[in-house]
């Protein structure tokens, strides 16, 4: 079940009311009333000092309270924006309001917002306007009183929420609302359940004065309010004055504005004087249709954080709870994990290093002593701090380490560079021979030799092939043409850095062709890149 307050504070005087229960059947658990005297020195200390006292022992909620204002200091305004969005709204409200408020500077106001309706690419807005120094009093006051205000509103708006929850808003008529305080008479205009515009006008004078001076206002709204749709209410809250109700304007009686039920309030409260504080308690229950956001900018709610501060404490407990017990449970399964890894450590140097003690041999037959005492030194180290897992990673190190260096003892050094195959280079050429089959038909080797060739400044390291052929054919047009394709597919090779082209020489008979001295540079290292063996 929620519980709400609303409080407005005057200048001399203030109203509280808890609501309990929901926006469909509030009911009022409490309303008070108090004031000061009218010629007080402090009337905000004093006005402090009066609402703890009234509320002293009482059980008032204090996380949802709604401060009502005057709305004498606030100024009221119309806006159009070619844009709905609300957030966009925010951002440039109060620069393109700045001009309809010459009176005061921009930076010393809070704006609020109200839309009237929106059409998807325009919006209609009522803007009001506080200056920030008077609002930041009251809440001041509430605050220490111990009511600080979860959001501030001014009169119009409770009072429209109000009549929304007597169910006086017609969507078939249109509504005048006022609300009257001590020098100061506020005006709201709803028009088809919708609030079309509000204002506020000063009251001078007392009795007959006071009283024609409000009907001529009354008279004014209702004649410029320029409805969609009949009058057919005009409702009155606040404190009141003799001659008002029951007063037609416009064949519309004036009536006041009583949104409770019957029982709600204790016997010789007036209603009226408790409409305000009830429509701001309602709000904050999430009813009514206008939804005022004064505490923002400077204002914005600063007790956030310390409404925060237990549930964020219960939190951070219950997370150090769910983290110790983590921890524990971490802890439970370490530790038989610990006490293999350490078996393993030890099973693994007595089966390197062997016990000589128990004349048990080792696997290493002749370990370095570099190798013995670092195995012993991470084996006898038993404290707590000891990484088990990290001695048998350095272990590993120094044995390669000093497989590293049998291997480069042995010659299998990889970082030494081994000179190229020759007798590689030599099978590379000659089995092109092969690959051509019978394309260089019938052929003879008479001299083939290769030797390696170091790099020089010009040249890399490589091999030299030399070969002395005879190609046989029905002539020495066809042996030429077979010499050529080989020439070519070897030239093609990727190994093949040269290939030098001998002279020929015909065979006795036109059988043939003799070719001497063919010079071919082959690089191996090619071969290594492309994952072929020498």
């Given at each position: 079940?929620?519980?709400?307050?609303?409080i407005?504070?005057?200048?001399?005087?203030f109203?509280l009311?808890?609501?309990?229960?929901s926006?469909?059947k509030?009911s009022?658990?409490l309303c008070?009333?108090?004031e000061?005297p009218?010629d007080?020195?402090?009337?905000?200390?004093?006005?402090t000092?009066?609402?703890?006292?009234?509320?002293?022992g009482?059980?008032?909620?204090t996380d949802?309270?709604g401060?009502?204002?005057?709305?004498?200091s606030a100024?009221?305004?119309?806006?159009t924006?070619?844009?709905?969005?609300p957030a966009k709204?925010?951002?440039?409200?109060?620069?393109?309001?700045?001009?309809q408020?010459?009176q005061?500077?921009?930076d010393?106001?809070?704006i609020d917002?109200?839309?009237?309706?929106?059409t998807?690419?325009e919006?209609?807005l009522l803007?009001?306007?506080?200056p920030?120094?008077?609002?930041g009093d009251?809440?001041?006051v509430a605050t220490k009183?111990?009511?600080?205000?979860f959001?501030?509103?001014?009169?119009?708006?409770?009072?429209?929420?109000?009549?929304?929850?007597?169910?006086?808003?017609?969507?078939?008529?249109?509504?005048v609302?006022?609300?009257?305080?001590?020098?100061?008479a506020?005006?709201?205009v709803?028009?088809?359940?919708?609030?079309?515009s509000m204002?506020?006008?000063?009251?001078?004078g007392?009795g007959d004065a006071?009283?024609?001076r409000?009907?001529?206002?009354?008279m004014r709204t209702v004649?410029?309010m320029q409805?969609?749709?009949?009058?057919?209410?005009i409702?009155?809250a606040?404190q009141?004055?003799?001659?008002?109700i029951?007063e037609?304007?416009e064949?519309?009686?004036?009536k006041?504005?009583?949104?409770f039920?019957n029982?709600?309030l204790?016997?010789?409260?007036?209603p009226?004087?408790?409409a305000?504080?009830?429509?701001?308690?309602l709000?904050?229950?999430?009813?009514?249709?206008?939804?005022?956001h004064?505490?923002?900018?400077?204002l914005a709610?600063?007790?956030k954080l310390?409404?925060?501060e237990?549930p964020?404490?219960v939190?951070a407990?219950l997370i150090?709870?769910?983290m110790?017990?983590?921890?524990?449970v971490l802890?439970k399964e370490?530790?038989p994990?610990?006490?293999d890894?350490?078996k393993w450590?030890?099973?693994?140097?007595r089966?390197?290093?062997?016990v000589?003690?128990?004349?048990?041999?080792?696997?290493?037959?002749?370990?370095?002593?570099t190798?013995?005492?670092?195995a012993d030194?991470?084996?006898a180290?038993?404290?707590?701090e000891?990484?088990?897992f990290?001695a048998?990673r350095q272990?590993?190190?120094?044995?390669?380490?000093?497989?590293?260096?049998l291997?480069?003892?042995?010659?299998?050094?990889?970082d030494i560079r081994q000179?190229?195959?020759?007798f590689?280079?030599?099978t590379?050429?000659?089995?092109?021979?092969?690959?051509?089959?019978?394309?260089?038909g019938y052929?003879?080797?008479?001299?083939?030799?290769?030797?390696f060739r170091?790099?020089?400044?010009?040249?890399p390291?490589?091999?030299?092939?030399?070969?002395?052929?005879v190609?046989f054919?029905?002539n020495?047009?066809?042996?030429?043409?077979?010499?050529?394709?080989?020439?070519a597919e070897?030239?093609?090779?990727?190994?093949?850095?040269?290939?030098?082209?001998p002279?020929?020489?015909?065979?006795?008979g036109?059988?043939?062709?003799s070719?001497?001295?063919i010079k071919i540079?082959?690089?191996?290292a090619?071969l290594?890149e492309m994952?072929?063996a020498r």
């Open positions: 079940m929620a519980r709400t307050c609303g407005r504070i005057g200048r001399t005087e109203e009311l808890v609501l309990d229960g926006v469909k509030p009022v658990s008070l009333r108090g000061i009218a007080s020195e402090d009337p905000l200390g004093d006005l000092s009066a609402i703890k006292e009234a509320t002293k009482l059980k008032l909620p949802e309270v401060l009502v204002v005057d709305a004498g100024a009221f305004r119309s806006l924006l070619p844009f709905d969005d709204i925010e951002q440039v409200i109060k620069f393109e309001i700045e001009s408020l010459p005061w500077n921009i010393d106001v809070i917002f109200h839309t009237v309706n929106s998807g690419v919006s209609h803007v009001t306007a506080v920030t120094e008077p609002l009251l809440i001041e009183a111990g009511l600080e205000p959001e501030a509103e001014v009169e119009t708006s409770a009072l429209v929420n109000a009549a929304w929850s007597a169910g006086v808003l017609t969507v078939d008529g249109s509504q609302l006022i609300n009257v305080t001590d020098d100061t506020c005006m709201a709803v028009d088809g359940g919708a609030v079309r204002r506020a006008a000063r009251l001078t007392t006071s009283r024609a409000l009907m001529r206002e009354i004649t410029g409805a969609s749709t009949p009058l057919d209410g409702y009155i606040g009141s004055i003799d001659g008002v029951g037609e304007v064949d519309v009686i004036i006041n504005l009583e949104p039920e029982g709600d204790p016997q010789g409260t007036i009226s004087n408790f305000v504080v009830f429509g701001a308690a709000g904050r229950m999430g009813g009514g249709i206008m939804k005022p004064l505490r923002r900018d400077e709610f600063s007790g310390e409404r925060l237990l964020l404490a939190l407990l150090a709870a769910v110790g017990i983590h921890y524990v802890q370490i530790t994990l610990e006490q890894l350490h450590l030890d099973s693994s140097n089966f390197m290093l062997g000589p003690k128990e004349g048990q041999p080792g696997y290493i037959g002749k370990p370095s002593d190798l013995r005492l670092q030194r991470l084996l180290d038993t404290s707590p000891a990484d088990d990290l048998l272990i590993e190190q120094t044995l390669n380490k000093e497989i590293k260096a291997k480069k003892n042995l010659g299998q050094d990889s000179p190229q195959s020759a590689g280079a030599m590379r050429v000659l089995n092109v021979l092969d690959e051509l089959g019978d394309d260089v052929f003879a080797i008479r001299e083939a030799s290769s030797m170091p790099a020089r400044s010009q040249s390291d490589m091999v030299e092939v030399s070969v002395n052929m190609f054919a029905e020495d047009v066809v042996a030429s043409a077979n010499w050529k394709r080989y020439f070897v030239e093609a090779k990727p190994w093949c850095i040269d290939i030098v082209e002279g020929t020489d015909s065979l006795d036109n059988v043939g062709i070719v001497s001295g540079k082959v690089d191996m090619v290594d994952g072929e």
